[in-house]
């Protein structure tokens, strides 16, 4: 579906295994991606996506995160924002007192819990998001896995249309008055406008693609970034992907 990025064999010397006494040289599947990255030398840092928003009645969003671990203050993943109504729907970040990073959702202006989390590691995590309007559902799973999940977000009403989507900022008001960065790089994002399944997840986290129509596959090109984030390219460990060892 338009994620998947350059497929690299990377290889390493493993350690000694206990029941193995030779070394072994281990191939496993990294794919590299375009990332970008949000420096922590300027609160500046955004990246807009260039795609017409339809109102939503249900969505998804999926993203790679590699957190800045020195910063431990509210940071903003995406802010989705439409004219209307400017807290339409968000994820955003924080740490706490045991060094865990917690993600919470704001859905038509509602906080929701700052529960899901994982470790402030420094490495790359994949997060997905859902919503669903009939239920009132929404969930947050981190590396394939669900961590927190609920219902009863307001029901009356679809997400808005025509909205201002934005990487690495809070929106204060409408496509501005940006406040509470993200620092650290960010790929892989992708947009559905369906709330997806563990099992969609599961294969996302995998690097692997999916049927499902997305309305923003990850691509540079439909990105405006400011001058301060910068593209890197950046190699991922897949989990579920082939390793295999020569003795
Ligand atoms: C956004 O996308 C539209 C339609 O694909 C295109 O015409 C426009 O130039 C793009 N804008 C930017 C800033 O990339
Ligand atoms: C945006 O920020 C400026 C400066 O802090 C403030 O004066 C203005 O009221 C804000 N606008 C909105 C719509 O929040
Ligand atoms: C982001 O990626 C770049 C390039 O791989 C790397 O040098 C940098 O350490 C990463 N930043 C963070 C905060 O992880
Ligand atoms: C999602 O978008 C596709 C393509 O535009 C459309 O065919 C489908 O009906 C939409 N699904 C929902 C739930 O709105």
Redesign the pocket.
Known sequence: AGSLGQTHWDCWLSPMNSLITDHFVCFRLDVQFSALNFPKESREGFA?V???FPTLSSVSVCVRVQWNPEWNEVSTIFSYAAPVFTNEFQLRGQVDVQGRILLALIIHGKHLPYKASFHNDGAWHHICVTWLRSSGHWAIYVDGDRKDMGSGTDSSRNIYGDGIFILGQDQDSFGGNFTEPFFGNITDLNVWNMSLETRHVHALNACSPITQEVLFSWNL??L?SHPMVKEVQVLLFCPGKITFCIF
């Open positions: 807009r260039n795609v017409s090109a439909d405006s």
